[in-house]
């Protein structure tokens, strides 16, 4: 794409990513698809999948899939939280407090709560399936991994990728050898991926963020937060990203697995109302307004279980209401930028964000 006058950095990280385009599809667990990622990519830019929700057979069995329906580069997502630290009397209080939100819909939260999600350092043969696999691209939510496992990928000849929501975070990532960092703004949609949720948040939004790594760390930038267009996708350039990662604006896509309630509630007027909440899933996450977010009103200072301990009752409870005809427990996650959202193929989705950046960021007239 001949529209502007790439850095050398830009130029240069572009084609160790194998994209043509600066646009990355975020890799959204529970939405994103082999069949969006592989889409994302054939169309030129960098497709994702996210396997931080299942486990290495799980994992294995996206990555061969995206694998037969593209020969380009795509990214695949991991998270690496601290593991949780089980604390019974605090699940207990909590699924008390829930207790009338499922009796609301017949139901009882369940007896107990489980750590439905493994961290990747938890999970050895996840490391082991990636060796074997060898996807272009890793890239890690929430945390790093180790750094023999980051030795082990980097000798694969995979990139490596890890989000920061702040300066110290990126000084880490840029201290442990990975690639490129991720700049994720207060504005986006899903799980912050703050290292560690007990510290202080900055809530440094995605232009901020990604001026201040751009100018501070050593490493590509990659911007991310509320981004929904060209025009956006450009702004983010302008300040010295080398790409834009875009998550809320591949939810309606054909190819993406959100159902028809999460579509409707994404292209309707609650899509001006985003929140951030920790009661979801005991992590901080952005998501559409709903009865779930609601009870932030009423938890007061009673702290959710351990991310993803508290995801175990938030499942529980949306099952609960689903079977009811209620969706307003569903974690539907989206970013500052929802209303923005088109509905349309997601090679379809990459042409427009692509007219757009050249329409924001005129052909240079150079010699």
């Given amino acids: 794409m001949n529209t502007r006058r790439h850095g050398t950095t830009e130029k240069t990280m572009m084609n160790k990513l194998g994209i ?15 069949a969006l990622a592989a889409a994302v990519s054939n169309a030129g830019g960098l497709g994702s999948i996210g396997v931080g929700a299942t486990d290495a057979t799980g994992a294995r069995a996206m990555i061969t899939e995206l694998q037969a329906r593209t020969k380009l580069a795509f990214n695949v ?39 439905i999600y493994k961290s990747f350092a938890e999970a050895p043969d996840m490391l082991s399936m990636l060796l074997e696999t060898k996807p272009p691209v890793v890239s890690f939510h929430f945390g790093l ?15 490596l990728l890890a989000s920061a929501t702040c300066p110290r975070e990126a000084e880490r990532i840029q201290n442990a050898g990975l690639d490129a960092v991720i700049a994720q703004g207060i504005e986006a949609g899903g799980h912050r991926g703050m ?7 900055d809530a440094l939004g995605t232009m901020a963020l990604t001026r201040l790594l751009v100018r501070e760390a050593r490493l590509p930038v990659i911007s991310a937060g509320g981004i929904m267009d060209g025009a956006g996708i450009a702004a983010a350039l302008s300040l ?17 697995a959100a159902d028809a309630a999460y579509r409707a509630a994404l292209m309707g007027p609650g899509a001006y109302h985003t929140r951030l ?28 279980p351990d991310y993803p301990i508290a995801y175990d009752a938030g499942k529980a409870l949306h099952a609960a209401a689903k079977a009811k005809g209620e969706h307003g427990f569903a974690a539907h996650w989206a970013g500052q930028g929802a209303p923005l959202a088109r509905a349309m193929p ?13 329409e924001a960021m005129p052909r240079q007239n150079t010699p």
């Fill in 145 to 159: 991994p180790t750094p023999e496992a980051v030795r082990a990928l980097k000798a694969a000849g995979i990139m």
């Fill in 240 to 256: 010295g990203a080398v790409a834009a990662q875009l998550g809320t604006a591949f939810i309606p896509t054909t190819e993406s």
């Fill in 346 to 358: 997601a090679a379809d989705l990459v042409r427009t964000l692509t007219k757009e950046i050249e």
């Fill in 77 to 115: 997502n991991l998270f690496a939280h601290a593991p949780a630290q089980a604390n019974p009397a605090k699940d207990a209080a909590w699924l008390e407090w829930l207790a009338p939100v499922f009796a609301e819909f017949g139901a009882e939260p369940p007896p107990h709560l489980r750590s």
């Fill in 20 to 34: 043509a385009l600066p646009i990355i599809q975020a890799p959204m667990a529970g939405v994103s698809t082999p």
């Fill in 195 to 201: 290292f560690d949720p007990t510290e202080p948040d």
């Fill in 277 to 304: 909440t920790r009661l979801i899933s005991g992590r901080p996450a952005r998501a559409l307004a709903n009865r779930f977010t609601a009870l932030e009103e009423s938890a007061g200072d009673r702290p959710p």
